[in-house]
């Protein structure tokens, strides 16, 4: 007997444009995958996915390789370093091609448009696996070890610490839709883009999730969690010593979390540049959470892709 669900054959290209109850049901389907992954060996059974990677990766190539693996599906990993898709051949015969032989599409790309562009054209589900402007996958992982660690989503309080890039984009649409409050935390200049905090405050103004911007490191005190990330993304190297000069006051270290209270944790996307946005102190105390979400990736995204092409458990 089949259990289609409810989101078969959706794309994941952000977000902002899931409902808070489509992400919860990931969640939950990735909190039982993580309890008992006997259930879901073949759960992605006789089901292929292609991973286009045009920029470098440890966990989201690992995570959704083996993640497919251990459901009995087949992931085949595409090494797109050497020339960006669209460039051989327009993204629409790209798409049309693939969708011929692969159940769903999971691309890292430079241009968020290019993973747009490829959802626009293939039949099959198209999963962001992190553009310039976003990266869900990375942010179900996060409300997952947010909410093992800190409990109920609608409670909780995250501080967002550090640029204000594709991470924290995700971070906004994700705590905007399930009730989360977030404080984004960055220089002047760094903040996150006007459009993508639109958005997210569009949709935080149906969910109740308070948003905050704020200048000033200080704005840590109070909350659950604090997040940051690498303060140099993929592909920004020529603007690194600008970006260090500005970011530097916003590094992660002792007096930041002692500055947002006892039994705050630490979040981080990795890969992490120690002594940069987070000190050796913060990333390695049992305070931190980093190895957690990167274990996370893997079930949040079972289930992710169980839904969007596969059999989830009943
Ligand atoms: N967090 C994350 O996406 O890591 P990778 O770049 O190693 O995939
Ligand atoms: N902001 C980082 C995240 C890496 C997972 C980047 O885009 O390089």
Redesign the pocket.
Known sequence: MTHPSPLAGRDLISLADWSGAEIIRVLDAASAAKRDPAAWRRALDGKAVVMLFE???????V?FEVGIAKCGGHAMYFDHAASKIGQRESIKDYAMNLERWVECIVA?TFWHDTVVELARHARVPVVN??TDLD?P??ALADMLTLRERVGDLRRARLAYIGDGNN?CQALLYACAALGTAITVITPEGYEPQAAGLDAARRIAGQSGARITLSHDPRAVEGHHAVYTDTWIS?GQGDQAEARRRALRPYQVNGATMRAAGPGAIFMH???ATRGEEVTDEVIDAPTSAVYDQ?EN?MHAQNALLVHLIGVPPA
Do not use: E, G, I
Not at 55 to 61: F, V
């Open positions: 920029k470098p990766s440890l966990r989201t190539r995570s890292r696996a992190l990266h996958c990375q991470v993929m996307c990795l890969p990167a990736r």
